[in-house]
């Protein structure tokens, strides 16, 4: 069961960290992890992924945002600087066995965790 915490209230321009645990340690090796953020105007969007090769993050938050795992505690990490007002909703941990931007395409969901970012 993957678990999401780290989100909250923020203004304009500060930072959060969000943490995801409870996917298995042999996922390491053949899963693509990864976040995406849904709001009631533009539903679900893939934000970053990783997998055993590397990771990407998407043209919205490239620059700002960034992904990493730690292997040893099986945590996946997000982590948001410089936040937007625009950046506003639900982030999801999501898994699945390839990485896509689809994000009907996932298997595994955690239950979100809220940023909310004022101006």
């Known amino acids: 069961q993957l678990t999401e915490s780290g989100g909250a209230s923020v203004q304009t321009g500060g930072s959060l960290r969000l943490s995801c645990v409870g996917w298995?340690?042999?996922?390491?090796?053949?899963?693509?992890l990864g976040w995406s953020r849904q709001d009631p105007g533009r539903g679900r969007q893939i934000v970053a992924v990783?997998?055993?090769?590397?990771?990407i993050v998407e043209d919205p938050w490239k620059g700002r945002f960034a992904i990493s795992r730690d292997d040893a505690t099986t945590t996946l990490y997000l982590q948001m600087n410089n936040l937007k007002v625009d950046d506003t909703g639900m982030y999801y941990c999501v898994a699945d066995s390839v990485c896509t931007w689809n994000s009907q395409n996932w298997d595994y969901w955690g239950q979100g965790t809220q940023v909310t970012v004022s101006p």
């Open positions: 990783i997998d055993e090769d590397g990771w």
């Open positions: 298995p340690a042999t996922w390491k090796d053949n899963y693509c």
